[in-house]
């Protein structure tokens, strides 16, 4: 991975914010979850977001979109801060992408309809130009053959790339990617790697919950290191890979890192 | 260390046929029926039986007589050709009552109206079952009820164009309403306008048109009613009602809202609690305290009300159980997408849910079409007990008794199969996880 070429004139970050976190705190019954995280994201970002089962980074990143909802702080994404209010969860929902460890594509759907889905009937687009747009997305993530196709009928890393075009279609600012190659067979990953390269490479803010520390190194300004819901160390790839601080960090890179 | 004799070969082989006894019907039989000593036992246990029951039976069906004016006669027949111990069926009474099996005492000079009717009734199904015919026929499928209603029970025509205006009313309150309250509250708001036509504007209008224009068909009592018209009129008006309301009352009992919830699951519970001939006896009786003394509400359209009721808390269940077996990943996806609730449900999770729950569907439905014999309890002309008793009656067919079973079972038995049938090439269609 690291040896790849990579194209970084259009990665950069800027100082506008993308998604303020206060102070945030969850809980799943009497369990603490997520404890006091505090985050300040940029636009043009790209995060890693690592640690072992259980630390809560899912759940983080699943807070950003509401999937999960925080009991406690602040979540403020492109503006909008995310409380009870339907309104604003589907307008954030909107401007936020997420591609999911199990894909999650429409069984029921062509690959083409499970991308014009959402333009139709969220952002009310006429059908022609929707499908003109998964068209253009579903080239980029190089399957534009299969669009007729079902998800039942295509391999794990082809449905997850179509997932991430089904995102892309939606032109959101923020993408989320949790655990996005997690289910995958070794080979398919890289093509799932190479589809996040790209995005990364135009630009896109993106979180990523991932184990595949050649593409933390290769393409994230970011990594944090997440333990029992908590924030444990965030630094630039390269002083984190080298130079870990914390106990716990050095324990974790080295089971990951040593087989 | 092993020998072997390098190898390439010159010529391809044709493809031959599998020797004798591997092939056809005969390895069939030997697989199926004869494949060890237990299984050849039961097989011939089996032909045994077969012929016993066919013994009995192909003769009574051969010596049918479809020609007399009554079960003497018929006798007589049987007996003269076929010897003094022959038995046989006497399909006669099927010719000469078969119109009281379909149309009960509906009056025979206007037989052409439900025979139009449900020609009709074809017309409107046709689209919701065959996908591939045009979109616009759903416009005569949604008006159907109305002039279905009309044709069989007649009197003026203004009557059920008044109750569509109600239908027109909610639509035009939901959509002034819908952009700022959101869905429940705004069809709840309809519904309340629409009954509020229905109830206090309905009879004086209509009969007020009918005293200008008075266009209409000759009434027909509901009493008059019976047989398969009776059983079809309610079991596809039940049909038709029960599954979106079954698929509200299943939405409802997951819903995050209390009150919704705990409504849901009491309706559900209390319904599949209590058998349906109670229900139908609180439909023909009880009903009767609860209205005002002099409203007549039509018996038909109680019981329809009643079995919709307890067929939707069945479907209730069904469609849950489609619902569970759909992973959280996909509400997660349409969630993240910026789907609201309805889009969600109407987009992703119901066509998934139901496709999932269409087998538990049809069962339900064939059982709800089958019970419409049990409206024999509250009086009305059921073709298995009702009209078989108005037949028996007639001193012409006193002691008949297979023959009307048979009749009437094998009518029923071709529309289950059929909407069986129908429901496994729907599954096949629809099928498209590739598993």
Redesign the interface.
Known sequence: MAEQAIDRSKMMVSDEVAIQINNMNKWYGQFHVLRDVNMTVYKGERIVICGPSGSGKSTLIRCI???EEHQAGQIVVDGTELTND?KNI??V??E???V?Q???????LTILENCT??PI??RKIPKREAEETAMHFLSKVKIPDQAHK?P??LSGGQQQRVAIA??LC?KPRIMLFDEPTSALDPEMIKEVLDTMIELAEEGMTMLCVTHEMGFAQAVANRVIFMDKGQIVEQNEPREFFNNPQSERTKLFLSQILGH | MTEFTPFVRTDMLEQREPPAGQRGIILWARENLFSGPMNTALSLIGLVVILWLASHMVPWLLHGVWNANSLTECREIITATWGPDATGACWAMVRERWHQYVFGFYPMDLYWRPTLAFVLMLVAIAPILYQSLPRQMMWFTALYPFVCYWLLWGGTIWAPVVVLMGFGLFALVFRLLVSGLGVPVSAGLGLVAAAAWWLLVQTPLSAAIHSVLPVGLRSVDSDQFGGFLLSIVIGVTAIAASLPMGILLALGRKSDMMLVRTLSVGFIEFIRGVPLITLLFTASLLLQYFLPPETNFDIILRVIILVTLFAAAYIAEVIRGGLAAL?R??Y??A??????YW?AQR??IM??AL?ISIPGIVSSFIGLFKDTTLVAFVGLQDPLKGITAVVRADINWKGIYWEPYIFAGVIFFLICFGMSRYSMWLERK?K????
């Not at chain 1, 199990?102 to 029921?108: C, G, I, R, Y």
């Open positions: 979109n509401r999937l339907l589907d307008k929902r909107s936020v992408g997420m999911f199990h894909f999650n594509l429409f069984p029921h889905l959402a009937w969220v079902y039942g009928q089904r995102s939606m | 992973p990943g996909q997660e996806a969630d993240a997408l910026g789907l609201d889009q987009l992703i066509p998934q496709k629809l498209t996880d590739h598993r």
